[in-house]
Each structure stands twice: as C-alpha cells, then as structure tokens.
C-alpha cells in the first residue's frame, strides 16, 4: 500500500521557519513529481510547491515564493521536504504532501494521485 507521511509541522511565531518532510513508503516516487498543497480552515486545498522527479525544476504559489523551497532526496524511498521561512500567520493551514502522475513539476491538483494525511502548522501573530 502507498503511503505518503508528513511531519514537521507546529505552533511557531510569525517570521519564525520550519521544515516539513513527507516520506513515501510501499512505491518510490523517484520518477515522479511531487508537491505540497495545503488547506486552512473554511477553504479550498491550495497548492504551494511543487519539483519534478530529478528536482531540478520547481514551481511555487506567488504567496510563498522567496519564502519557501521545496527539495526531494530520491536515495531509497523518496523524501520530500517544505522549507519555510518568514512564516505569516496566513501561512497557517494543513499541508498535505503529493505524488504526481507526470514527471514534470506541476500546480494541477488532478495530475496528483497519492496525498498523505496532513500536517498542521500553525502561525501566531
């Protein structure tokens, strides 16, 4: 069985940083692109970042560029890692970790097929 698990997630203070790690086991995703996305109460699943399978190219939401980086570690099962900088308390949401059906870094939620379950982060003012 495929399994996403993200971690990392919390309770910070605005401006402070945070590194969020998603692990797949049962498949590697090392062929494949991956992302995060994420989800605040009362709203739609968003997407924040994404990388291509060799994480050479990556995308971001205008909300979180300069701010965040995506990367992959492709050695055994894939690692997929969110690093955030001057979080603001909008930043505060779930953050769901993904594997895509393409090799490509892409911001199309469909092209995605295995989400983990979430991790909250939380932002104070």
């Known amino acids: 069985q495929v399994q996403l698990q993200e971690s990392g997630g919390g309770l910070v203070q605005a401006g402070d940083s945070l590194r969020l790690s998603c692990a797949a086991s049962g498949r590697t995703f090392s062929n494949n692109g991956m992302g995060w996305f994420r989800q605040a109460a009362g709203k739609d699943r968003e997407f924040v970042a994404a990388?291509?399978?060799?994480?050479?190219?990556?995308?971001y939401a205008e909300s979180v560029k300069g701010r965040f980086t995506i990367s992959r570690d492709n050695t055994g099962n894939t690692k997929l890692y969110l690093h955030m900088n001057s979080l603001k308390p909008e930043d505060t949401a779930v953050y769901y970790c993904?594997?895509?059906?393409?090799?490509?870094?892409?911001?199309?939620?469909?092209?995605?097929?295995?989400w983990g379950r979430g991790t909250q982060v939380t932002v104070s003012s």
């Open positions: 993904a594997g895509a059906r393409t090799p490509v870094a892409t911001e199309t939620t469909s092209f995605y097929t295995g």
């Open positions: 990388i291509d399978w060799k994480g050479g190219t990556t995308r």
